[in-house]
């Protein structure tokens, strides 16, 4: 009698990848503009400034260029916050103004998939457009399917 086996058959590839994988996936279009206040002397900030870091990348900066990110450094021993201001549309559709995380007790893992779960589902829609292809474009595209 053997008995079966039960879990995965690979192992994880660790919080790194799954940050970079939370990363992919943020979307800043409903956000109007990013405020991130902490205290640098508090105990617990460490994830807060780590998600504050990564907001900054190019990736994610790219997503709203209109999206105004503002840092308060504060040095009252109050919890760090997270506050986004959202557009109007998101507005209406939460029927709220700002979205506010309180980042004390969370690590920067948490902080993505809460801002992946409550933030990148609030980006409009686009819309596709279906463009003309030209006759020497075709040719063009013809021509490098024969290389």
């Known amino acids: 009698m053997s008995i079966y086996y039960s ?17 992919k996936r943020i979307n800043l279009k409903g956000v109007k503009r990013v405020t991130v206040t902490f205290d640098p002397f508090a105990a617990n900030v460490k994830s807060t400034r780590e998600f504050l870091f990564l907001l900054s990348v190019p990736r994610v900066t790219q997503s709203n260029p209109n999206c105004l990110l503002k840092t308060d450094v504060v040095c009252n021993r109050q919890q760090p916050e997270i506050k986004f ?45 279906l463009s003309a292809v030209t006759k020497p474009a075709a040719k063009a595209f013809k021509k490098k399917d024969r290389r």
């Open 85 to 129: 201001s959202l557009i109007e549309s998101a507005q209406e559709h939460l029927k709220v103004k700002d979205i506010q995380f309180r980042s004390s007790n969370l690590n920067t893992l948490e902080l993505l998939q809460l801002c992946n779960k409550y933030l990148s589902v609030l980006a409009p829609e686009e819309e596709h457009k």
């Open 7 to 23: 879990g995965t058959l690979t192992r994880s590839s660790g919080i790194v990848s799954a940050i970079g994988k939370e990363l």
